[in-house]
């Protein structure tokens, strides 16, 4: 389905459903900036990045395959001799999600517009135990998915079967936000509309 942006009317013509990924939608995930403010110097900055953040045992938490210690453990055997620096960064992680300030504006626009909202996001229960508070906004939603509860993540076909079945959803009555087009190839798989997420999204439907 081909949808304008900028024509918001035609968007949701059809349309009483929207589900939103988290990260990077909703919040910047912003591991770089939390990682500055630890002042560590570049090299430990680069061993604790490629340790964590962009290494491939980032989606072991997500997937709530692991406990948290042995995620944890998990960046520690990446790089050894930077133990002390990598349980420093874990331990306040929760510090990298950072709400965008339209935030709250566009998803005060789809609850005024009678649109139910849902949350799909490849989460770790750590982080979410740690930005809970920045989450705040979801408590306000009709409901959501975390991966590290359901022990499967997008793209995985399961877990939008999950989603759509557990709020009796209508997938093509809905459209799904998320800034990773494999998520949303997926998403449309199962007949969900979707919308590949750029900052400019909100303020395009919000007129601004």
Not at 8 to 17: A, G, L, P, R, S
Not at 69 to 98: H, R
Not at 100 to 114: H, P, R, V
Request: charged share 25%; with cysteine; glycine share 6%.
């Amino acid at each position: 389905m081909d949808i304008q942006l900028t024509k918001t009317t035609q968007i949701f013509k059809d349309i009483d459903t929207v589900i939103f990924d988290i990260g990077n939608v909703l919040i910047h995930f912003d591991w770089a900036g939390y990682l500055k403010t630890l002042n560590f110097d570049e090299e430990t900055y680069e061993h604790v990045t490629n340790a964590m953040f962009l290494n491939e045992d980032w989606d072991k938490g997500d997937s709530g395959l692991c406990t948290t210690e042995e995620w944890l453990q998990m960046f520690i055997e990446n790089d050894p001799e930077y133990e002390q620096e990598i349980c420093k960064t874990f331990e306040g992680f929760g510090a990298s999600i950072v709400p965008y300030s339209i935030t709250e504006e566009w998803l005060s626009y789809f609850k005024e517009n009678g649109v139910k909202r849902y949350y799909l996001s490849n989460y770790s229960e750590e982080m979410y135990r740690q930005s809970k508070e920045q989450l705040s906004f979801i408590e306000d939603f009709d409901g959501g998915i975390f991966s590290w509860k359901e022990k499967c993540m997008k793209p995985q076909s399961k877990i939008y079967e999950i989603l759509l079945n557990r709020y009796h959803i209508n997938p093509a009555k809905t459209v799904f936000f998320d800034d990773n087009t494999e998520n949303i190839e997926a998403a449309e798989n199962a007949g969900i509309h979707g919308i590949v997420f750029t900052t400019d999204v909100p303020f395009q439907m919000l007129g601004k």
